[in-house]
């Protein structure tokens, strides 16, 4: 796809900046409903950001009920008691309120709607749905993708289509205020190689690109110190940039390798999807540096390196140094063996089975390749 030939769109709209939250019932009230369920995991009720999201609600006249069955890697089973959770109280719209695994699951029970049965069943042709992140990585909030896990065999799939998109998001980096440092830094890692990967991937075209790219920067200026001063609320306004960044890209470019190979690793061991894409991004790009050196060698340049004096190949193996400074900085520094991550070759038939994720990788994939990727991140 060439650079310069494009169609350029980005579905949800988004009210960005602090004590935005504040604007909720405003954008609720631009659909015409009243009965509002809210999407939650037991995690936000715990922070205590459910209710600042309830003490808003009360200044207007909605009703809203609370699912917060949401468990981190979202099943088809917590969706579906959604969706029973939803038409048992005749809810017309939907607030996702967390990271990741809140706004998928909110995704996916939207998406339910769009069959004929279910649509019978309620009072407006198409559920809204607004998203408030709570994290600083998923990048969801934005996305036409979801990712589902199926219990019974482990794996993850992912479905992208333009109707996943969320109508509104308001991201408000004090939402994000609470988030531990170690869950900063994981959601930044995750921030990071989704701005990576849609960047070098085949599809990126100069629009996103540019976006990919700013969300690099953001994170090189601003994850160590939301790690470091979780109260540092220009890192948290910068981070939660990152993750939006982040999450347009991606909806626009595509993923590619380290997304193929970090499904198939949360599915089968539990890892937290962030944290897989952390230990695995750094060998994946050493993969896939020959297939554009100069992506490459622009990414150890947007993380502060000198590369006047360096070939397009030096300059991007500084890249993927920086990147193992920056997880080893913020505590990330983890390998495949802290977590007992074994059956290489299975993992690496199933990542061979990511096709949304592989075909806009900048390299071709064989087995053997990941097999080797796998070894390299142990």
Do not use: W
Request: glycine content about 8%; aromatic content about 8%; some cysteine.
């Amino acid at each position: 796809m060439s650079l310069f030939n494009f169609e350029f769109q980005i579905k949800t709209k988004i009210i960005f900046g602090e004590n935005k939250i504040e604007k909720l019932n405003d954008s609720l009230e631009s659909f015409g409903v009243k009965r509002i369920m809210l999407v939650v995991d037991k995690g936000i009720i715990e922070a205590g950001l459910i209710d600042k999201v309830e003490k808003i609600l009360k200044k207007s006249d909605f009703e809203y009920f609370i699912f917060d069955q949401v468990k981190p890697d979202p099943t088809i089973e917590i969706v579906n008691s959604g969706i029973k959770f939803l038409l048992e109280n005749k809810v017309d719209a939907l607030v996702a309120v967390g990271g990741g695994s809140p706004i998928d699951t909110a995704k996916a029970i939207r998406a339910s709607f769009s069959n004929v049965e279910l649509a019978d069943k309620i009072s407006v042709d198409k559920l809204p749905l607004i998203t408030i992140p709570t994290t600083s990585g998923s990048g969801s909030e934005v996305t036409k993708a979801v990712v589902i896990k199926d219990e019974n065999t482990k794996k993850k799939f992912a479905v992208a289509d333009e109707n996943l998109a969320p109508d509104i998001s308001i991201v408000d980096p004090i939402m994000t205020k609470t988030l531990p440092p170690q869950l900063t830094a994981i959601g930044g890692m995750d921030a990071l190689s989704h701005c990576i990967e849609s960047y070098v991937s085949h599809a990126a075209v100069l629009p996103f690109e540019m976006i990919a790219t700013k969300g690099i920067e953001m994170v090189k200026n601003y994850l160590r110190p939301a790690v470091g001063n979780g109260n540092n609320m220009e890192a948290r306004a910068g981070m939660s940039l990152a993750s939006l960044f982040g999450g347009i890209s991606l909806s626009n470019c595509g993923l590619g390798l380290v997304h193929a190979i970090s499904h198939p690793l949360g599915g089968q061991f539990n890892i937290p999807h962030g944290l897989a894409n952390t230990m695995i991004l750094p060998y994946v790009m050493e993969f896939n540096i020959i297939a554009n050196p100069a992506k490459f060698a622009n990414i150890a340049y947007l993380f502060g390196v000198n590369i006047e004096n360096m070939t397009e190949m030096e300059a991007a193996c500084k890249g993927i140094e920086e990147i193992k400074k920056i997880k080893k900085d913020i505590g990330l520094d983890y390998s495949l063996n802290d977590f007992g991550v074994d059956k290489f070759e299975y993992i690496a038939e199933l990542a061979l089975k990511e096709k949304l994720m592989l075909k806009s990788n900048p390299r071709s994939i064989e087995k053997k390749d990941i097999i080797k990727i796998l070894r390299r991140a142990y």
